[in-house]
């Protein structure tokens, strides 16, 4: 649908009146440009002798962050296509995997400002903002859609307190993110 379209034809379908693509697919894209990023960084990480050490990991962080590019991908389309089909099951299903996946991302991303090529920071910097976008969207939609839901199964309900864990995760890893590089992000 999107994924194999030109970003301009999202971003105007996005803009236009219609009911989607919506803020789902948005935070699906957020964390897959987050994703994007900590590829980035990870090769240019790999690409340096001096960070030889931190090689081994760097090279499982871009083959995982990889992975997530493309499933964030997938999920950008799959969220458009549960509101097409008014599928609310599968439009809570989406970005709650955008959240679980957003969290792994911004962990990386940290590892990489901790450890990976310092000239690369800002961008692993941007990851973490961006994953950490994706993830507060990809929750917030969890909750209206959950709403939304005439049967309110367990399943949801756990998985909601879940999602709840790990916002205070992404707060925490935040603060960390910001003591690593020795500013706050702006809010």
Not at 8 to 24: H, I, S, T, V
Not at 53 to 74: C, D, H, Y
Request: overall charge positive.
């Amino acid at each position: 649908m999107y994924i194999n379209s030109p970003i301009k034809k999202y971003l105007k379908d996005l803009a236009a009146k219609m009911p989607a693509p919506g803020g789902g697919s948005a935070a699906a894209l957020s964390s897959a440009l987050a994703a994007s990023l900590v590829c980035m960084a990870s090769q240019f990480t790999l690409s340096k002798e001096k960070y030889a050490v931190f090689a081994p990991r760097a090279k499982k962080i871009l083959a995982a962050s990889s992975r997530m590019q493309t499933k964030l991908s997938a999920l950008l389309d799959e969220d458009v296509s549960a509101y097409m089909n008014k599928d609310m099951k599968k439009a809570i299903e989406v970005p709650a995997q955008v959240c679980c996946l957003s969290l792994e991302l911004m962990g990386f991303a940290i590892e990489l400002l901790e450890r990976g090529n310092k000239n690369l920071a800002t961008d692993a910097g941007l990851a973490v903002l961006l994953s950490e976008s994706g993830f507060h969207a990809g929750i917030s939609y969890v909750r209206v859609n959950l709403k939304c839901l005439k049967e309110r199964a367990y399943k949801y309900r756990y998985l909601l307190k879940k999602l709840n864990a790990y916002a205070k995760k992404i707060k925490v890893l935040r603060k960390k993110a910001e003591v690593i590089v020795g500013y706050s992000f702006g809010w």
